[in-house]
């Protein structure tokens, strides 16, 4: 069963600095791993979409990784701003598309 | 270009009541999937939707079910409830089929609350 973890559950920065989230899960065998920055009472909204054949994919300030050997996957966020300030969720989906399997999700605060 | 809409964004039942929420996918979107959120769960995966049919279906007991119109349209229900539905019910909306055919669009969900 596959299984999603994001360490650490909260963390606080200060404006500008550059910051990494981690992803990991159990299973290598994925389609694709999705990251989506959720705020508060708020839906989600996706922030990247890496394919398995893919390593990483980039969008203004924000870079992700995958490494499906090793199960892992980094959200890098770079200057980071107060605006920021959100739960960052990853998902995975399994190779048959049944659904997307997401952690629990790193709740970061950027202070002023 | 309007996003995924769900209806009621808050709603309070009491125990043993039923609720149906709503979500409108974002336009020439086929498929919908909906997940429950508890800060004790994270995000589960109840079931997917994609042309009237459900493809996929979560491990959730048989109160939770849903049905898609023909305009793309999808409803959930939840029969019987009990405290612990209290949740973020969020709805996702794709192109194509299945997860795994590119990014899910979610809407603001709707809050439940049973008493």
């Given at each position: 069963k596959q299984e999603v973890t994001q360490i650490p559950a909260a963390l606080s920065v200060p404006e500008g600095e550059n910051l990494v989230l981690n992803c990991s899960f159990?299973?290598?065998?994925?389609?694709n791993l999705q990251w989506f920055r959720q705020d508060p009472g708020k839906g989600l909204t996706s922030l990247l979409l890496i394919q398995s054949s893919q390593r990483e994919q980039t969008s203004g300030r924000l870079n992700a990784s995958l490494d499906k050997s090793s199960g892992r996957s980094t959200l890098y966020i770079a200057?980071?701003?107060?605006?920021?300030?959100a739960t960052y969720l990853c998902a995975v989906t399994d190779q048959a598309g049944t659904a997307l399997i997401f952690g629990k999700g790193t709740t970061l605060s950027v202070s002023s | 270009k309007a996003g995924v809409t769900q209806t009621p964004r808050y709603l309070i039942k009491t125990r043993g009541q039923q609720v149906t929420l709503s979500c409108s996918p974002i336009s020439g979107h086929r498929s919908v999937s909906w997940y429950q959120q508890t800060p004790g769960q994270g995000l589960q995966f109840l079931f997917e939707y994609f042309s009237e049919t459900q493809r996929n279906k979560g491990n959730?007991?048989?109160?939770f079910s849903g049905r898609q119109f023909s305009n793309s349209r999808s409803e959930m229900n939840v029969s019987t409830?009990?405290?612990?539905?209290?949740a973020l019910y969020l709805c996702a909306s794709s192109i194509?089929?299945?997860?795994?055919t590119g990014e899910l669009f979610f809407g603001e969900g709707s809050r439940l609350t049973v008493l």
């Open positions: 159990t299973d290598s065998a994925i389609y200057a980071s701003q107060p605006g920021d300030s | 959730f007991p048989g109160r409830l009990e405290l612990g539905d209290s194509l089929a299945g997860v795994n």
